[in-house]
């Protein structure tokens, strides 16, 4: 019978072999699905909109940039890199995109009057109709005009109203200012007067009306064919930051995503921005007359649809007339952000009082939010609230929203607290999540009242609370003190499309108009919150920055800030290489184009490969109370960007892949060896037989190794065929592993096939020998006999728990190993399940093969069983002889499984060392009761 014939009879062996490559097969398969979700994950989310982020080297004087981790907030005012070097970056070969972008300025305005409308609608009056329509023929039809209603009394009645405005930054709440003003309101009336030319009809108020109102600089109340309108206090003042960019380069970088940009690739070149020469061009457009469509979509300004005309024209007469524009003066094109996310709300209440003054009823209050209806530099009356019960028929002449007053008082720029935020460095979290402080500045006065009002009446200072607010911003040095520039609305951008062009796991910063939000997640006291999104500050101060209200090109960036034309302002290039192919093909294209710019003496971040991570922020200093203690606002988290995110997270997982593969199969192999020396003192009769044949130890021990070298030629063969269908390296060294594990383990066999002297075990008179009386002590007694079985199979067992303590370990280790940042996340979630299921098959081979390893004496079981039960042993007695053979060896196996579990959780996973030491407990006692039920 030759070597294959007899490892074929030998179905221990055979069963062992095959056992062995299919473990191998799945284990292989298994992880390089996962191993491939792995790299799938890792480069779908790994190149953003740009793969290099340039900017100026830093001051060496300052912290350093906290490692790893890039600051969002790159477009901070501070440039350093010139145009020049811009288009030397354009130039070069790898480069398809170069997208500068800077902060501008700091922009302050008070916005528009509020007022109050009190539907007091008069009906359809031609005279009237006709001198406020422009031209439109469809609202001279009467038909179209319902009958005439108020929510007013015909006779005057006294009201109290009460103007109030609040602001939120998600965590406290403050007023900025309550005033309240009384007077008598009645229904309006048409006045039918003789004049030198005929007759003139005009509205007045019912006779004995006082009007209401509040201090300078608003104005009354008056009566019109709708409404009559009450003057409110001024809304409190807003502070917004600008940023310049290059419009064509920025579409390029964004796609699609961009367009809001295109009129701004239209704007003038910078000879022909006179400030004084566009506002009188629009001046003149009163005198020219406009059509209804010019109204509606804007007149044309330069291939323009300027839709907002009319505020920049207002805003423009304001200024003009109170001496801000000079020669010098320019206009600024501007794309407005929509809407916005700052927390102010201003509401009216309003009480009919009696002739003593005593309240007699309330009417109600009305409020109006700044919300998507506000537009910076430009307004479409976001505080024009409504008297309750009224209804808006000013609708009947069409739009009029292009003749809306827009701003009060023109933009004060500045570069005042404009900077982006400082942080200092702190400790690492487990996981690698960055622990960061914020530095506080000084205490920023906001919420102050202009001096003098549009008249040049002055204005009562007592009207607002003004507010302190914490500086976590510095100031920008500018050049030349620049003249009074004319903001001109060319479009509007909405920050939301930005920011899903951007993506989430990727989100490499922007710049000023894509901010990224704040989470308050710890108070001052340490405490766990709910995720609180913290709000930004009217002053812009604070560390929440909000969308920009503005983006402007670089002329306009030079007329807010003074700069020559060619200063050394740009903040930072965002870069995108012309290599194609995911992060891992383009990286050494990137790589050297990022060497190319680094020569140019600037600081070139490869960001390909980058992810969003969140940082810990701790806020000192944030408020102070009545008394000027100042206290702290908690911790705060931020997603910044986490550089070379994806080789540590391929990497890192790659590894637990790997480590997980090896652990499920050198625990495999390992178990094999134990059954397998346990399984050749069975052959030692066959050896004794052919020794006395004549065969020497040599060749007995050559013919046992014959038909271990079919089994590894099997397990040699299919780690060939698997490496080649895999073509991994990781599975060439498992295959080599398992075939040196198991030729070790068959040359331990076949020493254990040398000839031994054996002594019989059981005198007849020893009083050592204990009486078996019971399961426990019969099941002892059989152990203690078959001493090196038991052990081999205690081993084995103890083996098996180590393993399966390794695994879990490495499983909950994963979430830790992948890292803090969001492509963590997703890659982690990606090798969960090939993960699971590979800790899950190591666990059942391991446990398969202690269960074969306790059948290998399976013959001399069944035969003192039967002497037993011949004995009359009855069935229980004779389960728990089992139970009890099996309870002992799991005790003596115990604390190997559990201090290997521990020793392989403190090498592999420390940070769950201690889980792994409980898995391995639980594995050794789950595998008694498992053992007893399936060995019988």
Known sequence: MNAVQRFIRSRVLLLTAAILIVAMCLSVLVQSQSQAALNRTVDENSRGLYDILVQAKPDQTQDGEGGSLIQPEIANGQGGI???????????????????????????????????????????????????????????????????????????????????????????????????????????????????????????????????????????????????????????????????????????????????????????????????????????????????????????????????????????????????????????????????????????????????????????????????????????????????????????????????????????WSTAFAAAPQYQDGDDAANGASEKSATPGDWVTVNRLPEKSSFGAPVDQTQRKPVEERSYREDLETGKKPATPLPMVYGTFDPAAVKAAAGDVNKLPLGGYDPTPMTLSKDAEGKEVEGTELKPSLSATGLVSQSAGAITDYYGLAAARGYDSNADVIDAIRVKASAAGNWKTAQPEVEKLATQ?????????????????????????????????????????????????????????????????????????????????????????EAGILRAMGWTQKRIRSWVLEEFAVGAAALAAAGVILSLLSWNIATVIVSVTMLVIYSGAALLAAQQLRHRVVIDQEPQH?????????????????????????????????????????????????????????????????????????????????????????????????????????????????????????????????PLGVLGALGLGLILAPYAALWAGLAGLLAVICWIPIATKVVK
């Open 766 to 894: 020893d009083e050592r020998l204990v009486t078996v009386d019971s399961p426990l002590t019969f099941a002892n007694r059989q152990l203690t006999t078959n001493r090196f079985n038991s052990i081999s199979l205690a081993v084995a067992v103890g083996v098996f728990g180590a393993a399966v303590g390794a695994l879990i370990a490495l499983l909950i280790d994963i979430p830790r190993a992948a890292g803090a940042s969001a492509l963590s996340g997703l890659a982690a979630a990606s090798i969960a399940l090939p993960s699971v299921i590979l800790a899950v098959f190591g666990v059942v081979v391991g446990l398969l093969l202690t269960l074969v390893t306790g059948r290998f004496e399976l013959h001399a079981k069944r035969e003192y069983l039967g002497t037993l039960k011949a004995m009359g042993w009855n069935p229980d007695m004779l389960g728990q002889v089992r139970f009890f053979e099996n309870a002992l060896v799991g005790t003596v196996a115990l």
């Open 597 to 685: 710019i680094r020569e140019l003496g600037l600081e070139a971040t490869v960001v390909a490969g980058s992810a969003r991570e969140d940082a810990n922020i701790f806020v000192p200093g944030y408020s102070k109370d009545d008394a000027g203690k100042e206290s702290p606002l908690g911790t705060v988290q931020q997603s910044w960007v986490r550089q070379d995110a994806a080789d540590a997270v391929s990497g890192s997982l790659t590894s637990t892949n790997i480590t997980l593969l090896f652990l499920t199969l050198l625990g495999a192999t390992l178990l094999t060896g134990a059954s397998t020396v346990s399984y050749i003192r069975q052959r030692r009769s």
């Open 82 to 412: 010139s145009f020049e070097q811009l288009e030397k970056i354009r130039t070069m070969g790898q480069t398809a995109v170069a997208a500068p972008i800077s902060l501008v300025s700091r922009v302050s305005q008070n916005l528009e009057a509020p007022r109050l409308n009190a539907m007091d609608y008069l009906g359809y009056n031609s005279g009237l109709a006709g001198a406020v329509t422009a031209g439109d023929p469809s609202a001279m039809d009467s038909g179209k005009w319902p009958a005439a209603e108020s929510v007013l009394s015909d006779s005057p009645k006294k009201y109290r109203l009460t103007a109030s405005a609040t602001s939120s930054d998600g965590v406290n709440q403050q007023t900025l200012f309550k005033t309240s003003a009384e007077g008598t309101l009645g229904k309006g009336r048409l006045i039918q007067e003789q004049t030198a030319g005929g007759s003139n009809v005009r509205i007045a108020g019912p006779e004995g009306e006082t009007g209401i109102k509040f201090p300078a600089p608003a104005l009354g109340s008056e009566h019109n064919l709708f409404n009559l309108t009450v003057a409110l206090p001024l809304a409190p003042e807003v502070t917004e930051s600008v940023v310049a960019v290059d419009p064509a380069a920025e579409r390029a970088l964004l796609g699609s995503a961009g367009d809001f940009l295109a009129p701004l690739e239209k704007a003038p070149p910078a000879d022909a921005r006179d400030a004084g020469a566009i506002g009188r061009h629009f001046e003149s457009l009163f005198t020219t007359g406009l059509s209804m469509e010019q109204l509606e979509e804007g007149p044309d300004f330069l291939g323009v649809k300027l839709k907002h005309w009319a505020p920049l024209m207002t805003q423009y007469q304001q200024a003009k007339r109170d001496g801000l524009l000079t020669d010098d003066s320019q206009a600024i094109p501007l794309i407005v952000r929509s809407g916005t996310s700052l927390d102010l709300q201003y509401s009216v209440k309003i009480e009919e009082l009696d002739a003593s003054g005593k309240v007699v009823k309330d009417v109600g209050t009305v409020s109006r939010s700044l919300d998507k209806d506000y537009l910076p530099f430009v307004s479409k009356s976001p505080f024009a609230l409504e008297w309750p019960g009224s209804t808006d028929h000013s609708k009947l002449l069409g739009s009029t929203a292009s003749f809306s007053q827009g701003l009060y008082n023109p933009a004060t």
